[in-house]
């Protein structure tokens, strides 16, 4: 059964720092693995997808990058904002379709 | 496109009714998941269709929960009958076997009294 796990769970940085959220899964045989953000009371917007065979991707400020072997995914952003406070959340998909999600980071920039 | 819509957002019943959860996946997208969020729980995948048919299961807790997907363009999740631990958002996402990128819809916010 793949297990999703995000650390940490929550981060608090001043705005502009740079900052890495980790997501590690136990079940290397992915089909691909997709960054999403939440903000309160809201729905996930997808922010990133990087297929099994890839091994990151970039949109704007933020890079994913993904070690299929170590299980184990990144998410930089680059010159946080306040704007960018919200939760992160990883989710890990099999050849099956099915995904499993991880329990998400709780960001907060401050101003 | 409007992207997914998923109805009611809100809800709100006693315990022991009929609930009706509603979902349009983005035309074209052959893949259509159902989660639930709670805190204490976080994001689970209860059942996922691929071309109007269930693939798995196996995350829908109990015989109280059922889905259908008679058609491409809508899917219904219900419960019957609702228990207080079921209150929840419960989102709708759709994909194709193309792109792989999961689309949510807004989520319904259901309270069981």
């Known amino acids: 059964k793949q297990e999703v796990t995000q650390i940490p769970a929550a981060l608090s940085v001043p705005e502009g720092e740079n900052l890495v959220l980790n997501c590690s899964f136990t079940d290397s045989a992915i089909y691909n693995l997709q960054w999403f953000r939440q903000d309160p009371g809201k729905g996930l917007t997808s922010l990133l997808l990087i297929q099994s065979s890839q091994r990151e991707q970039t949109s704007g400020r933020l890079n994913a990058s993904l070690d299929k072997s170590s299980g184990r995914s990144t998410l930089y952003i680059a010159a946080s904002q306040p704007g960018d406070s919200a939760t992160y959340l990883c989710?890990?998909?099999?050849?099956?379709?099915?995904?499993?999600f991880g329990d998400g980071t709780t960001l907060t920039v401050k101003p | 496109d409007a992207g997914v819509i998923q109805s009611p957002r809100h809800e709100v019943t006693e315990m022991g009714q009929e609930v009706t959860l509603r979902c349009k996946p983005i035309s074209g997208h052959d893949y259509l998941f159902w989660y639930r969020q709670t805190m204490m729980r976080g994001l689970e995948l209860l059942i996922y269709f691929n071309n109007n048919v269930p693939i798995d299961d196996s995350g829908m807790p109990e015989d109280r929960f059922s889905a259908k997907m008679p058609n491409a363009s809508f899917s219904t999740l219900k419960i019957q009958p609702s228990e207080p631990r079921d209150s929840a958002v419960y989102f709708c996402?759709?994909?194709?076997?193309?792109?792989?990128?999961?689309?949510f819809g807004p989520g319904t916010r259901l309270t069981v009294l």
């Open positions: 989710a890990v998909r099999t050849n099956a379709g099915k995904s499993t």
């Open positions: 996402a759709s994909t194709n076997s193309g792109s792989s990128i999961q689309f």
